[in-house]
Structure formats: C-alpha cells, structure tokens
C-alpha cells in the first residue's frame, strides 16, 4: 500500500478546512436572515372602512412591506369613533412591534380637541414610525341635484334656502373643513357623521346629503367619472391631479387651507431596535418610484419622515388643530 505524501495531506486538509469554513459562513448569514424582524405576520390597523382612502393606501404599503419582509402584513380595519377605535387597540399592544397603526392626523392631533376624552394618550401610548403622505380634501356635491359649479354659487344657493343643506363627514378633517366652511361663508348647514367618508358618498349620490368634504383618493376616480363636482379643494394650492379646480382661498374664503396626512405608529414599548428597522423600511417604500406614482394617482404626495420628526410633527400639529378646531366653533364631544 502506497503512503500519502504529506503534500496530498495538506492539500485535503486545507480543503475540508475551507469548505467548513464557507458552510459556516453560510450557516451565519441565513441565520442572521431568518432571525431579522419581522419574522412573523404583522397586523396593520386602520381606522376607518375598507375601500376608504386611507385603507387603499394601507393596503398599497402593506403589499410594499411584504416585499420587502417575506411576511404577510394584515390589514384590520376598525372603523369608527374618527379612528379613536382602532387606535386603542394599537394602544392596547403594548411592547408589540408586529402590531401596526396607519392612521390619518385624527387621531394623533385633531382628537385631542374634538373628544372631551380619549381612550388613549397620543404621546404616550405610541410610538411614532414614519410619516407617509399628505392629502388635500375636495368640496363635492352631486351635479345632478345642484347647479351650482364654484363656491360662490354654492353660497348663494344654500342662502336661498336655509335649513335643507347637509354635508356629510367620516373623519376629522372632513368635520373641521365643514365647520370652518359654515363659518367663513355664514351659511346654515347641518354636519352628519358617518363612520367613513364612502358611507358619506353613497348617501350624497342617494340624495340624502348635499355636500361632502371628501379626502382626494375618493373624490377624483368619482369627479372624472362625471358622479360627482368638484368645486374646490381645501389646501394652499391646487392639486395636480384636479388642476381646474381652485382652493377655497381662490373661491374666496381667504385664509381657508386645510389638509391631512397618513402615518404609522407602533405602540409604546418597541423596542428601538424593532422601532428603527420598521421606520427604515416604510421610509424605503415611500421612496419606490411605484409607490410614490400610486399616492400620486389618488391625489396623495408622498412624504417621509424619521420617527423623531413624526414625533414633532405630532406635537405642532396637535397645537394648530386645537387652533382650527376653535375657529370652526366645534365643540368636544
């Protein structure tokens, strides 16, 4: 039997020596993969109904965040209360960082003014992940029961007949540029709540209300089919996506300007390390060219945010609500 020259020795040894080096190194990477969070479902709750403007938009970055996770991200949707609802059960997570809020300024600015009380504490409760869009809100009515096609009609026709005119609203936003609209112009009109702005459309293209103050995902796909007239739109400049149609300033009612924005929050509790990864990856949405052409689309322009500047944005907004909602006259529920 021939002797194995040291030479064939070194040679195998240094070659089961590198390929146990590279099945260790392989073995390191896919278990630093499979142990990255998430690395289970997430629960996306989302105040108000689905096929509303902000559950489409949910759904549009739940779909992004699976890409980007390889785990399923589930929408809830707990309408009502001005998305009061399904903050609390965010709320209620604490410590839980697969558990999500995609929430419009309702809840984490203009509540604080429009409930005498709530179930929760915006700052303390949550914590804030990225901002997502903003939006811009569109007074509608339903050309085949009113002629009027600007405000200033609008105006002079609720003035020859008091009383009969009712707007509807399913969010803050809608509720605060109703009452601020009823005030600058001088006009009686009656608000009735609903628990989400397509419940308002439905009842406005049934003929039960006049006038809805709708978010843009919903009122643009309704005013190019024709359903629905766009008079004017509540933010400082016209929207690309309805670019004949004027702000309420434009219209006359100076000073008039009002929008709203998305956001995700976690609950208080996350642990920083799960916090900053999910505020990364909506922040790396928000910036994929398809996501920010969908937001477009509907209306929305695309905006991020870390989670401190979200944080600030909570505090200031939370002051200029309170400031708006005053001026509107609405009192607390």
């Known amino acids: ?87 609390q059960a965010v709320a209620s997570a604490y410590g839980d960082p697969n558990t999500l809020l995609f929430t419009p300024n309702s809840t984490h600015a203009a509540n604080t003014h429009l409930f005498r009380k709530l179930p929760f504490d915006p700052v303390k409760d949550f914590t804030p992940v990225a901002s997502v869009a903003t939006l811009n809100f569109v007074l509608v009515c339903d050309p085949k029961a009113i002629e009027a096609i600007n405000v200033n009609q609008l105006i002079q ?28 112009a001088g006009v009686d009109l009656i608000g009735v709540p609903y628990k989400g702005v397509p419940q308002a459309m439905t009842d406005l293209m049934g003929g039960r209300i006049q006038l809805v103050f709708a978010d843009a995902t919903l009122a643009i796909p309704l005013v190019r089919a024709g359903k629905l007239r766009a008079l004017a739109v509540t933010g400082q400049r016209r929207m690309a996506a309805l670019g004949q149609v004027p702000t309420m300033a434009e219209s006359g009612l100076s000073g008039f300007s009002l929008s709203s924005w998305f956001a995700v929050f976690q609950s208080a509790g996350v642990p920083m390390k799960n916090n900053e990864r999910m505020s990364a990856l909506v922040q790396r949405a928000i910036r994929e060219p398809s996501m920010a052409e969908f937001l477009r689309n509907i209306g929305a322009e695309p905006e991020t945010s870390t989670s401190e500047e979200l944080a600030r944005r909570v505090t200031e907004d939370t002051e200029r609500w309170g400031r708006m909602v005053k001026l509107a006259g609405i009192e607390p529920e």
């Open 1 to 87: 039997m021939m002797k194995k020259s040291s030479t064939q020795i070194s040679r195998r040894h240094l070659l089961a020596s590198t390929l146990a080096a590279s099945v260790a190194s392989l073995w390191g990477v896919s278990s630093a993969f499979a142990a990255e969070w998430p690395d289970k479902p997430l629960r996306m709750f989302v105040g108000y109904p689905a096929g509303s403007g902000i559950d489409s938009v949910a759904r549009q970055l739940a779909r992004q965040l699976e890409v980007y996770t390889g785990q399923a991200v589930i929408v809830e949707n707990r309408p009502g209360a001005l998305g009061n609802i399904a903050a």
């Open 157 to 184: 026709a609720i003035q020859r007949e008091p009383g009969r005119w009712a707007y509807g609203t399913g969010n803050a936003t809608g509720m605060v540029a109703g009452a601020m609209f009823k005030s600058q």
